[in-house]
Structures are given as C-alpha cells and as structure tokens.
C-alpha cells in the first residue's frame, strides 16, 4: 500500500476527498452523514482499502467538532476560508488575485490577494436551494435529472424585461429576467422541464449578480468558480452570461468541487 495525505471538505450533502501521494492528487466523493464522526469513518474506510494514510486535514462544516485525533492517527483541523483561497489558487494555477465564488450547497464570496483569504459574504442561495426548489415544486432532487429537464425546458413561468416594459433599462439585454416565477397566468401550465429551468435561473443569476457586484467593489476582475453547482451546465452559462456581462473573466478550473478539500492540504 502506498502512503498518502488526505484532505477533506465536509459539506451538507456531499464530502469531498482530495488523496496525494508523492505530489501526484486523485478525487473522490462520498455522500456526507448527518452526523460528521461517522462521515469521518466511512471516508476513512474508503480511503484505507486501497492507501495508507500518513495524515489527515479536515474542514468544512461541523469539522471543529471532530476529536483531535481517530484511531490514532492526528486530525489537522484547517480554516475553511483559507483551504477555499489556498484550494482555488492551486486548481486554478493563477498567480494573480482573484474573487473566489465557493457553489456548494449555499454560496460564499472570498477574495485572494498576496496570499490571503478573505471572507466577502456570500448567500443561502446554492446547490441546496435548487434541489429544495426542484423537490418542492416538481418532486425531483436529483440533481442529474434536474440538469436534464432544465436544458428541455422554456421560462414561460418567468417574466423577461421585454415581457414588462416598452423600453431598455439601462444596458441590460431584453431577455434579462425581470420577475422569476412572476407569470402567475401559468403557473397551471408549467412542465416539470419549465419548474426545473426557471428555478436554476433564479439562483445562478443572483449569485452571478453578487458574484460580480462584490468583485468590481473589491476591485478584482477574475472570478474562480469552484464547488459543486457548476455541474448544472444551465447554472454554469448563467453565471459565464452575468459574469462576463460585468466585464470579468471568469474560469471554472477542472475538479473545481474538490477546491476547498485541496485547499486543507495547502493551508
């Protein structure tokens, strides 16, 4: 068995799981439990069946509620800022300061300049918030079937600002959306496809809007985008349009989920 360090980010449905051994990073996702210990257990049983393990990092989460150590071996206990700014730096291989948007289940804003982290805000706005919504409104919580009906679908539920108003506001293009889920004519009419697309519209484009908002006031014009949320490629095109629509450079570096797991093992 080879050795190896580990690095773990425990989110709200998913924990993710960064493995290096000898400089070289593999990836793996496991669904996460409602209680952080047994999280920590299976993660490490995983992980054991084919490695050793040397060390462990954890953040995210309730990840301060861990022991300082397991059967054991140490727990490191890592910042999660600072493994969301480190991650994203080494995923991205960008030198240059940045904004880091973190799309997990909620939403965070931090910024990396001269090696630091700093928390911005964020927003209960998220991966989770999609999958409530999906759930809610058209009985579907998977995310890959929601993915799939939103591509398929229409906004007929939406309100665009040409639907509105007779005349531009501003710069903003005309199919902007100026109340979502406003068209309350059809709201009998919408198919599970319409439900999926319009809910997506709603979060992805507020968190492009303060994704950008809080770049330009920062004054950083390169926005990494990590964390799950950008799997749904609707949610990925809405934030690439509003982003870019802001004058940013937006990039969303391979394995971006796993940013913040890294990120422990840099911190």
Same mark, same amino acid.
């Given at each position: 068995?080879?050795?190896?360090?580990?690095?773990?980010?425990?989110?709200?449905?998913?924990?993710?799981?960064?493995?290096?051994?000898?400089?070289?990073?593999?990836?793996?996702?496991?669904?996460?439990?409602?209680?952080?210990?047994?999280?920590?257990?299976?993660?490490?049983?995983?992980?054991?069946?084919?490695?050793?393990?040397?060390?462990?990092?954890?953040?995210?989460?309730?990840?301060?509620?861990?022991?300082?150590?397991?059967?054991?071996?140490?727990?490191?206990?890592?910042?999660?800022?600072?493994?969301?700014?480190?991650?994203?730096?080494?995923?991205?291989?960008?030198?240059?300061?940045?904004?880091?948007?973190?799309?997990?289940?909620?939403?965070?804003?931090?910024?990396?300049?001269?090696?630091?982290?700093?928390?911005?805000?964020?927003?209960?706005?998220?991966?989770?918030?999609?999958?409530?919504?999906?759930?809610? /409104?058209?009985? $579907?919580?998977?995310? *890959?079937?929601?993915?799939? +009906?939103?591509? &398929?679908?229409?906004? !007929?539920?939406?309100?665009?600002?040409?639907?509105?108003?007779?005349?531009?506001?501003?710069?903003?293009?005309?199919?902007?959306?100026?109340?979502?889920?406003?068209?309350?004519?059809?709201?009998?009419?919408?198919?599970?496809?319409?439900?999926?697309?319009?809910?997506?519209?709603?979060? /992805?484009?507020? $968190?492009?809007?303060? *994704?950008?908002?809080?770049? +330009?006031?920062? &004054?950083?014009?390169? !926005?990494?985008?990590?964390?799950?949320?950008?799997?749904?490629?609707?949610?990925?095109?809405?934030?690439?349009?509003?982003?870019?629509?802001?004058?940013?450079?937006?990039?969303?570096?391979?394995?971006?989920?796993?940013?913040?797991?890294?990120?422990?093992?840099?911190?």
């Amino acid at each position: 068995m080879n050795d190896v360090d580990i690095g773990i980010d425990f989110g709200i449905t998913n924990s993710d799981v960064v493995i290096c051994s000898n400089n070289n990073f593999s990836y793996k996702s496991l669904r996460s439990e409602k209680n952080i210990h047994l999280s920590l257990n299976n993660i490490i049983k995983n992980v054991q069946e084919e490695s050793k393990i040397k060390s462990i990092a954890v953040t995210g989460g309730k990840h301060l509620d861990l022991s300082d150590n397991f059967d054991g071996q140490k727990i490191v206990k890592k910042n999660e800022i600072d493994c969301i700014g480190l991650g994203a730096k080494k995923i991205s291989q960008l030198d240059s300061n940045f904004l880091v948007l973190s799309c997990g289940s909620g939403t965070a804003c931090v910024a990396f300049e001269n090696e630091t982290a700093t928390h911005l805000g964020g927003t209960g706005l998220g991966g989770g918030t999609i999958r409530g919504l999906c759930k809610l /409104a058209a009985q $579907i919580d998977d995310p *890959a079937e929601i993915d799939d +009906l939103s591509i &398929k679908g229409s906004q !007929i539920g939406d309100f665009t600002l040409k639907d509105v108003i007779s005349g531009p506001i501003g710069n903003l293009p005309e199919d902007s959306i100026a109340v979502h889920l406003g068209n309350l004519d059809m709201m009998d009419k919408l198919e599970k496809e319409d439900i999926c697309r319009s809910i997506i519209y709603l979060v /992805a484009t507020n $968190i492009a809007r303060l *994704a950008a908002t809080t770049a +330009l006031a920062a &004054k950083l014009n390169k !926005i990494v985008v990590v964390g799950r949320s950008p799997n749904y490629s609707l949610y990925k095109e809405i934030l690439t349009k509003w982003i870019e629509f802001s004058g940013l450079e937006v990039i969303f570096p391979e394995n971006g989920e796993f940013a913040t797991a890294l990120g422990s093992l840099e911190a």
